[in-house]
T-cell receptor
Framework: NAGVTQTPKFQVLKTGQSMTLQCAQD?????MSWYRQDPGMGLRLIHY???????DQGEVPNGYNVSRSTTEDFPLRLLSAAPSQTSVYFC?????????????FGEGSRLTVL | TQLLEQSPQFLSIQEGENLTVYCNSS?????LQWYRQEPGEGPVLLVT?????EVKKLKRLTFQFGDARKDSSLHITAAQPGDTGLYLC????????????FGTGTLLAVQP
């Protein structure tokens, strides 16, 4: 079972460049989310989606865009990368309507912005 | 802003020792989850606690939810090197069911 798949696993960008982190899940989960993880700060929620066509902001949404055109995919876009966006990014999904349900995470995408 | 504080931040112990890590909030939890994250991987759910005073056991791990539902603890008995990892607690933010907020984590290293 593939679960949650993130690509790329590693990426180096220059300041001002744009890129998209891809996330796909094959568990038919309606809820999907993006987190960033920085040393000493745990995981912080960037954006989330409760289904196709519906997205909302998390704790740290600035500098990131998302869209949800299908149930399976939830890409995260950086329009103009900044060094402060150097981080490890995790995509996660779960079944709908279960607020205390298990979040399934991808393996992460490590992004460095020079 | 609702905060989840975990302590200690780092813990290095010898194999066979016992340890407890803590998760505290400024507000009442509706439910609380504990995850473990190994290097290079995403977090994996260990347990969900919902009821104040609840105790759950997972082999050598014991999870407790405070009576007032503002704190939780994870106790590991006879730690093993395989327990090494980052332990994270997580709760719903402000009652919103779609925002799961994580604590800062406790990094545990168990030396053989």
């Amino acid at each position: 079972n593939a679960g949650v798949t993130q690509t790329p696993k590693f990426q180096v960008l220059k300041t001002g460049q744009s890129m998209t982190l891809q996330c796909a899940q094959d568990m038919n989960h309606e809820y999907m989310s993006w987190y960033r993880q920085d040393p000493g700060m745990g995981l912080r929620l960037i954006h989330y989606s409760v289904g196709a066509g519906i997205t909302d902001q998390g704790e740290v949404p600035n500098g990131y865009n998302v869209s949800r055109s299908t149930t399976e995919d939830f890409p995260l876009r950086l329009l103009s990368a900044a060094p402060s966006q150097t981080s490890v990014y995790f995509c996660a999904s779960r079944l709908p309507g279960l607020a205390s349900g298990e979040l399934f995470f991808g393996e992460g995408s490590r992004l460095t912005v020079l | 802003t609702q905060l989840l504080e975990q302590s200690p931040q780092f813990l290095s112990i010898q194999e066979g020792e016992n340890l407890t890590v803590y998760c505290n909030s400024s507000s009442v939890f509706s439910s609380l989850q504990w995850y473990r994250q190994e290097p290079g991987e995403g977090p994996v759910l260990l347990v969900t606690v919902v009821t104040g005073g609840e105790v759950k056991k997972l082999k050598r791990l014991t999870f407790q939810f405070g009576d007032a539902r503002k704190d939780s603890s994870l106790h590991i008995t006879a730690a093993q090197p395989g327990d090494t990892g980052l332990y994270l607690c997580a709760e719903q933010y402000g009652g919103a069911t779609n925002k799961l907020i994580f604590g800062t984590g406790t990094l545990l290293a168990v030396q053989p």
